[in-house]
């Protein structure tokens, strides 16, 4: 996550010349001052110059995209497919009326088709830190979504489970996307820390795109984390000696199993 400062260099569509797009800028001693104030004691810094790619046509979701990016002559390790967001600072010359230059090519440019690039000074935020300064809202609807998941289906039964896919440990802040109609949850902090080199996200359960802001903690599985409670199994209602009635509503928590 970024708060922008100073844009440097303002979004352009690519344009390769040769299989590259090369451009060049100097830092001016305004910007110089700002990233070298912000050098963190471990040698990262603060205020960071960052490369950012984006979708500038009006599609829903973004194709994937492969770049290779050079600063100075010295290739940066860029994942692949690659992020929408790159930090180039610490490939710099930061000394005013120093030129720094950046090469940009492709192994398949064609994924490159409407997509520009841009260059800002922008002030990174930690996932800790933007989950104290915004704050999400929460919601308190586990069962309402678990009811639609066993409206009209055979399955009596639905288990819940409020551990983390990455760290394997009880997830702290459950979250999901306003918009998602499923139960499971994702750990709030991991999910940032995965996305903040990304400008589009997608909910890591069922892939429907979302914005921080449409995000919101499930209010019910945060309280049972804090209990230590990781299981949860919820059924639906039947009564004793009567046929099974799969379009039934009534949905109760029956078990949770505390580790």
């Not at 490159?112 to 000074?121: D, H, R, T």
Request: some cysteine; hydrophobic content about 35%.
């Amino acid at each position: 996550m970024f708060e922008e400062i100073q844009q440097m260099i303002p979004g352009q569509k690519f344009n390769f010349r040769n299989d590259q797009q090369i451009t060049d800028f100097c830092l001016p001693l305004g910007i110089i001052n700002k990233i070298k104030t912000g050098e963190q004691s471990d040698g990262t810094f603060k205020n960071e110059i960052q490369l950012r790619v984006w979708k500038y046509t009006t599609c829903e979701e973004w194709e994937e995209m492969y770049l290779c990016v050079e600063i100075n002559g010295q290739p940066l390790p860029v994942h692949q497919p690659s992020p929408h967001i790159i930090y180039i600072t610490t490939h710099c010359v930061l000394e005013e009326y120093s030129y720094n230059r950046i090469v940009i090519s492709s192994p398949r440019p064609e994924t490159l088709q409407n997509y520009a690039f841009g260059l800002s000074l922008v002030a990174r935020i930690s996932p800790s830190e933007t989950i104290a300064k915004y704050p999400l809202g929460e919601v308190y609807n586990t069962k309402d979504l678990v009811r639609h998941a066993l409206t009209g289906s055979v399955r009596r039964i639905y288990t819940l489970y409020i551990a983390c896919h990455v760290t394997k440990k009880t997830i702290k802040m459950p979250t999901r996307g306003i918009h998602c109609t499923h139960p499971e949850v994702f750990e709030l902090e991991t999910f940032l820390k995965d996305m903040q080199y990304h400008l589009q996200w997608k909910c890591p359960v069922c892939g429907k795109i979302v914005k921080y802001k449409d995000l919101v903690i499930d209010a019910f599985l945060k309280q049972s984390s804090s209990e230590g409670k990781t299981t949860f199994v919820f059924h639906k209602h039947r009564v004793e000696n009567e046929l099974f009635d799969a379009t039934s509503d009534e949905i109760a928590c029956e078990e949770e199993v505390i580790i």
